[in-house]
């Protein structure tokens, strides 16, 4: 059973940065798909951006520029650097990690990111 644990969460004003970071259990880390997602009140959780297991990257058009996906094998860690916050950011964000040799997927607890004056 992979195990992921996300930090970093906090409260942060308009225009600053964050840092979350998701520690994973289990050996095969370095070949997982891992990605980080969000779900604010009232709306549905969305993909934020994702990492492959050659490091390959993807990122929701709302983000682009602002927000950088990154992994450490070494730590089996990923990370989502986070600039230029907006208000419209502040959600609970969760990490996310498919093992393709399982097919398994696996969910983080959450981290709630707030954007305030």
């Known amino acids: 059973q992979v195990q992921l644990v996300e930090s970093g969460g906090g409260l942060v004003q308009p225009g600053g940065s964050l840092r979350l970071s998701c520690a994973a259990s289990?050996?095969?880390?370095?070949?997982?798909?891992m990605g980080w997602y969000r779900q604010a009140p009232g709306k549905e959780r969305e993909l934020v951006a994702s990492?492959?297991?050659?490091?390959?990257?993807n990122y929701a058009d709302s983000i682009k520029g602002r927000f950088t996906i990154s992994k450490d094998s070494a730590k089996s860690t990923v990370y989502l650097q986070m600039n230029s916050l907006k208000a419209e950011d502040t959600a609970v964000y969760y990490c996310?990690?498919?093992?393709?040799?399982?097919?398994?997927?696996?969910w983080g607890q959450g981290t709630q990111v707030t954007v305030s004056s």
């Open positions: 996310y990690g498919f093992d393709p040799l399982t097919t398994g997927d696996y």
């Open positions: 289990g050996s095969s880390f370095r070949t997982y798909v």
């Open positions: 990492i492959g297991s050659g490091g390959s990257t």
